[in-house]
Nanobody, 115 residues
Framework: QGQLVESGGGLVQAGGSLRLSCAASGTIFRFNAMGWYRRAPGKQRELVAR???????NYVDSVKGRFTISRDNAKNTIYLQMNSLKPEDTAVYYCNAALDVLNYWGQGTQVTVSS
């Protein structure tokens, strides 16, 4: 019901771009919100970007102006376009979907930004 599959991670040089995808099993419109979190080595997981069912978005300050969250309802997929990547963006990125009090998570995809 809440299967999420991420793709699109990889190794990129600083200043480069990557686009992450998160495909959900079934319609994503049933979720209250979907978003991307990340966990860097030695750090706590943090919210990177989030989009509500109504389309409202919010971003952590460190990625504003560089990352963009979007969705394609027909493909049941959300995306995270990441531009001007920095070494501090290196982390495992997780897709999240919230349905009332439930949270669903993807398996994570590694993003590594070299300096």
């Amino acid at each position: 019901q809440g299967q999420l599959v991420e793709s699109g991670g990889g190794l990129v040089q600083a200043g480069g771009s990557l686009r992450l995808s998160c495909a959900a099993s079934g319609t994503i419109f049933r979720f209250n919100a979907m978003g991307w979190y990340r966990r860097a080595p030695g750090k706590q997981r943090e919210l990177v970007a989030r989009m509500t069912k109504g389309g409202t978005t919010n971003y952590v300050d460190s990625v504003k102006g560089r990352f963009t969250i979007s969705r394609d309802n027909a493909k049941n997929t959300i995306y995270l376009q990441m531009n001007s990547l920095k070494p501090e963006d290196t982390a495992v990125y997780y897709c999240n979907a919230a349905l009332d009090v439930l949270n669903y998570w993807g398996q994570g995809t590694q993003v590594t930004v070299s300096s």
